[in-house]
Structure formats: C-alpha cells, structure tokens
C-alpha cells in the first residue's frame, strides 16, 4: 500500500486556512496578485495528497473486508486471528445477503469508510477552492478597474 509522507490538513483546518487566504488586501493589490500562484501551489498539493490518502484508504477498504468476509465465514487461520486478537466467528453461515449487513455492521469497516468519506469531502472542498483562486486573477482585474474609474480614470 501506498504511504505519503506528508500529513494532510483535516477538513476544518483547510476550511479555516482558506477563510484566511482568500481575502484580498485591496491596499496591496500587486502583493496579492503575486500570492495567487502561491495559493495555488499550497491547495494544489494538498488536493494530491488527499487524493493519495483516498487511494490508500481504498485500499485498506478493500483488503480489511476481504479479511471480514473471511471472518464471517470461518476461514481465518490460527495465526490471522492471534495478529489481530480475534476469536473465531462462531455464529450461523451467513448468506451472501447477509454477509453485505454484517460488513456494514462491522465497526472496523465502518471506520475506514468514514475516513473515505472525510477524504471525498476535503477533495470535494479543496477543488472547489482551486476554482476560486482561479477566478481570483479577474477578482484582483475588476478592483484595479474600479480603483482607476473610482479615480477618474
């Protein structure tokens, strides 16, 4: 599996940092046309690194309910059960539609799909600020047209 090595910001920080960044300074103007490319780099590899977690936390998804639905069914070793100080599932063979509820069931799978969900919303809230900086070239135009027509020019 895949490891990057630098900690991605959570949701409310990336929130909070953006309420910061995304104000203009209209005493600077040239400053912050300057920064535009600067924000863009410091959301851009943010994004790349939320996406890099998405894909291991995918990965760990699809790797821990191999090891639950092999649970569920009885077919862990003795050595797969001491790793993970488990005991051997003892209860009724479980249909296929019933092996789905128990896995939704699972708190260990339920874990890691609440961190895939956090990981889509910060990806979902970080392209979304990229679009903003985007348009922040044309923000930064218009105050420099209004600053020349509020002069007279």
Same mark, same amino acid.
């Given at each position: ?17 953006w309420t910061n960044d995304?104000? #203009? ?8 046309? #300057? ?7 410091? %959301? #851009? ?15 760990? %998804? $699809? ?23 488990? $005991? ?12 789905? $509820? ?13 961190? #895939? ?9 970080l392209t979304e600020i ?7 070239? %044309? $923000? ?14």
């Open positions: 599996m895949l490891k990057f090595w630098r900690t991605t910001l959570n949701l409310e920080t990336i929130k909070s940092e995304s104000k #203009i300074n209209s005493n600077d103007i040239q400053l912050e046309s #300057i920064k535009t490319s600067s924000l863009h780099s410091k %959301y #851009i590899n943010e994004l790349a690194d939320h996406k890099g977690r998405l894909v291991n936390l995918t990965a760990l %998804y $699809d790797t821990e309910k191999k090891f639950k639905i092999r649970y569920y069914s009885g077919l862990l070793t003795k050595e797969e059960l001491e790793s993970r100080s488990l $005991d051997q599932y003892n209860g009724k063979k479980l249909l296929k539609t019933d092996m789905m $509820d128990y896995l939704a069931g699972d708190l260990d799978i339920q874990k890691i799909k609440l961190k #895939i969900e956090h990981e889509g919303i910060c990806i979902y809230t990229i679009k903003a900086i985007h348009g922040r070239g %044309y $923000d930064i135009k218009s105050h420099i047209e209004y600053l020349k027509f509020s002069a007279g020019f």
